[in-house]
């Protein structure tokens, strides 16, 4: 993996924790030195069949966030991200409350290892704002995917974008078209789900932190066109 990520042109691969990453991280470690690829982020994408967002979830996800954090460190990489989707999806004001205790907790866990925590969702401005106020920690950022908004709940990424600028900590990019109800996924400015748009606002913001490519792959020459699109829209 280090090796095929090396030789697409990437700097870095976001892992993603589980017990099997954390058994065989000195291999991964030893590949990317090899490579000269880094880690920056692991992801914790077993919140999206695993809910942090209802009652009695604590435990669980204080749990997952201190193992989490130690491979981090182990890893190299300095964010956790955290999405907010499907069993973790934030729908009301009990969820975002519950969501909130469970990311404040997470925040002084990963602080105390020099870490931040990044939340992806699909909040509205406001909801975001008050998350953010709830869980009131500098460990907690804002984590940008340039596509999640406008497919999940049909609304432009400007507002929001704009208004958690100065909590933005990393960026995902894809892009997608809908077919007969179902997403397609389809190279970055090729789709419909504000790619374009999202650059613009990243570029007019003079970000100049990761960006990972989060289209699903199935070879290098497809990683390396969407890689030639990012440098075009933000080299």
Not at 51 to 63: C, I, L
Not at 125 to 145: G, T
Not at 157 to 178: A, I, Q, W, Y
Request: charged share 25%; glycine share 6%.
């Amino acid at each position: 993996m280090c090796a095929a990520a090396r030789e697409a042109g990437l700097s870095g691969i976001e892992l993603d924790f589980s017990p099997e990453l954390e058994d065989r991280a000195a291999s991964f470690l030893e590949a990317a030195e090899k490579a000269g690829i880094v880690f920056p982020t692991l992801g914790m994408n077993i919140f999206c069949s695993q809910s942090y967002v209802t009652p009695g979830s604590g435990k669980f996800f204080e749990e997952q966030v201190t193992r989490a954090a130690a491979l981090a460190v182990k890893l190299g990489a300095h964010i956790l991200q955290l999405p907010a989707f499907f069993a973790s999806e934030i729908t009301d004001e009990a969820t975002l409350a519950q969501a909130a205790r469970n990311l404040k907790a997470g925040c002084a866990i990963v602080a105390d290892n020099g870490l931040i925590l990044g939340t992806e969702n699909a909040l509205t401005l406001e909801q975001n704002r008050e998350l953010f106020a709830l869980v009131d920690s500098p460990a907690l950022r804002f984590y940008f995917d340039t596509q999640n908004l406008w497919r999940m709940k049909g609304m432009t990424n400007r507002p929001v974008f704009t208004g958690m600028r100065d909590k933005l900590c990393e960026v995902h990019v894809k892009d997608s078209v809908m077919e007969n109800g179902e997403q397609k996924w389809m190279t970055l400015a090729q789709g419909d789900a504000e790619f374009e748009a999202s650059c613009a606002l990243l570029k007019d913001s003079a970000y100049s932190g990761w960006v990972l490519l989060e289209n699903e792959y199935t070879d290098v020459v497809d990683i390396r066109r969407d890689l030639a699109v990012v440098k075009a829209r933000l080299g």
